[in-house]
């Protein structure tokens, strides 16, 4: 998630890949739904070699790297060139498992509002630059609880530099350099509800002026989403990315302490089937496009693909995580994730024409009552009571979330043959 951590420090030392590699790209390939066939996939070592370009052994060792170090159930997908390289489960980890993906939701809410902008031109006239605290935008936060909210803009809000307060005590960081200003939020005495409680959300610094991991920044543009389309978050995505793309059933994870949250959370959450879960990241790896139709626009995926102009503080660009500035050693600049609590994760990475998820998961976040989906498969127990290895370099054993994320990107990248 990027809320507790200095991105400066390379995670570990690794030789720099070149992308240059010299085989086939996966072109126009785009798989049909997984009902239909799914992914095309390699049946040996020696295909995923010379067709994937893809060292199985190593990515054997990654697997067992998240496997032994990062969470108690999960699992690795694979695309390369169009080609399911590596599909592997542990734990309660299924291809037909529907976890709570946590922040990686924050990505859909992303590409949501970019393909929104587009439909909705004349509604947002000014596109990211819109200032969407008003009663255009946002009825419900009228009046404004703090007057300097009405400058925050749409591209602030996705890039988390509009000022809301993060969670947690998780530092902010200004130009890079973690600041004090935070301090742990004191929860009203009354519950506001999902959309108030974001749109009230305290602001720690001017619109602009820091960067702080806030859940409550795509959340609001979620809200400005519905209000412009009439359609719940989950319903337009449904009709603009899983319908075309051919998901399975998938949902977001609602249902909590016995109630039903009333709006599709913007801020995470998503349940995805893992074989759908590498579909948005192919997607963006093709530029928006889905076979012959552009799912989301051009530019929107290239602004998505770079660091923000709206953030100079981090390397948070629309709702996901940038390599630009090499703070990944063992990943090409261009690659761009999004991680999610727990260490999940989904990658592209265009110069090495490669995506992929990472599933992570704790008991909870795989409980089919959170979606109201049916399990659909049956759950592997043997590591319902598992605990990470002690190791001296991760806190009890387990590596945290965000750093799980990155080293995994760097041993994949690692497999590629040249």
């Not at 893809?54 to 032994?68: E, I, N, P, Y």
């Not at 602030?156 to 350099?177: A, R, W």
């Not at 913007?266 to 012959?292: C, E, F, M, Q």
């Amino acid at each position: 998630m990027m809320g507790n951590i200095t991105w400066k420090m390379p995670l570990c030392a690794a030789v720099v890949v070149c992308a240059a590699f010299g085989f086939a790209e996966s072109g126009d390939y785009f798989p049909p739904p997984d009902k239909d066939g799914g992914w095309r996939t390699l049946a040996d070592a020696a295909k995923v070699r010379k067709l994937g370009g893809m060292d199985l052994d190593r990515l054997d060792q990654a697997f067992a790297f998240q496997k032994t170090e990062t969470s108690q159930h999960g699992g690795l997908v694979i695309v390369r060139h169009g080609y399911l390289v590596y599909e592997k489960y542990f734990g309660k980890g299924h291809r037909e498992a529907h976890p709570d993906m946590a922040s990686i939701g924050k990505a859909f809410t992303s590409v949501s509002v970019g393909i929104m902008l587009a439909e909705k031109k004349d509604m947002f006239p000014e596109g990211l630059d819109t200032r969407i605290f008003n009663a255009k935008y946002l009825p419900d936060a009228i009046p404004l609880d703090d007057p300097a909210k009405a400058d925050i803009t749409l591209g602030q809000l996705l890039s988390m530099t509009g000022g809301l307060h993060g969670e947690g005590t998780n530092p902010g960081f200004v130009d890079g350099v973690p600041s004090v200003k935070l301090t742990a939020l004191e929860r009203p005495a009354t519950p506001l509800g999902q959309d108030l409680s974001a749109l009230r959300t305290p602001l720690w610094t001017k619109p602009g002026e820091g960067y702080s991991y806030a859940s409550a920044s795509p959340h609001v543009a979620s809200i400005v989403l519905r209000n412009a389309t009439g359609m719940e978050m989950q319903q337009y995505i449904q009709e603009k990315l899983a319908g075309p793309m051919g998901f399975g059933p998938w949902g977001y994870a609602i249902h909590r302490n016995g109630a039903t949250l009333p709006h599709t959370p913007g801020g995470g959450s998503i349940a995805l089937r893992a074989t759908d879960a590498v579909r948005l990241p192919y997607l963006l790896l093709h530029k928006g496009k889905w076979g012959n139709k552009q799912l989301v626009p051009a530019d929107y995926v290239a602004r998505v693909g770079k660091p923000s102009p709206y953030n100079r503080h981090s390397p948070m660009g629309f709702m996901f995580e940038q390599n630009a500035d090499g703070h990944v050693f063992g990943a090409p600049r261009d690659a761009y994730f999004k991680s999610g609590a727990g260490g999940s994760g989904i990658y592209v990475v265009p110069s090495l024409d490669l995506v992929m998820y990472k599933m992570a998961a704790a008991d909870a976040q795989l409980n089919p009552e959170l979606t109201g989906l049916p399990l659909g498969y049956e759950p592997d127990h043997s590591r319902d009571t598992w605990k990470p290895m002690a190791h001296d370099q991760f806190h009890d054993g387990l590596a945290s979330g965000d750093d799980s994320v990155r080293r995994l990107l760097e041993m994949v990248v690692a497999a590629v043959v040249q």
